[in-house]
């Protein structure tokens, strides 16, 4: 039981990751100056005024770049896990992401009929990049090799599996353009 414990509290100093369930780095996205501290260490960029709340969940970290004044509510899901030195999800200036959001940069491998999937590994990775401005709905997926246009709208719920220009709104599954902004 010691044992599990110290290694536990081993891998939640090096993860590159945040979550509730990394509670020894969870904690300080309750406090700004530690969000900050701590976000600043784990991201591959992370702008001073930028906010990640409690209830994230992000993976990868090192491979994700956050712009200035980017507000990351809670339950988001951002899956950045890319090789070393590769930014696969850039998010710019005054974005809006909206809690429940689910951003992927690759997708379990499922080519072989006759092997698990469990054992097919992943997908290469398609970074995602969403622009300056934009506005990210609630419970919104992001699929691998997408951008969001400038100042574009995703609403909620929406199913992004191609990449959506700039100052559009785009809702549905799978996401469309509803309306130029």
Not at 24 to 29: C, F, G, K, P, V
Not at 83 to 106: F, M, T
Not at 134 to 147: K, R
Request: charged share 20%.
């Amino acid at each position: 039981m010691i044992r599990e414990i110290y290694n536990r509290w081993k891998f939640w100093r090096k993860a590159d990751r945040l979550g509730p369930d990394i509670p020894l780095t969870h904690w300080r996205l309750h406090f700004q100056s530690r969000m900050i501290k701590l976000c600043k260490q784990k991201f591959h960029f992370f702008a001073d005024n930028a906010s990640i709340r409690p209830g994230c969940y992000i993976v990868g970290c090192s491979n994700i770049s956050i712009g200035k004044r980017v507000v990351i509510r809670p339950a988001t899901h951002i899956h950045g896990t890319a090789p070393a030195g590769v930014v696969s999800v850039r998010i710019e200036d005054d974005v809006l992401i909206g809690a429940g959001v689910h951003i992927y940069v690759s997708n379990h491998a499922f080519k072989d009929r006759f092997r698990l999937i469990i054992d097919q590994g992943h997908d290469e990775v398609k970074p995602v990049i969403i622009q300056q401005g934009a506005w990210i709905g609630a419970n919104a997926i992001i699929l691998p090799g997408v951008t969001i246009g400038y100042n574009s709208v995703v609403a909620a719920g929406a199913v992004v599996t191609k990449s959506i220009p700039a100052q559009v709104v785009a809702g549905g599954s799978p996401a469309r353009i509803l309306k130029e902004i």
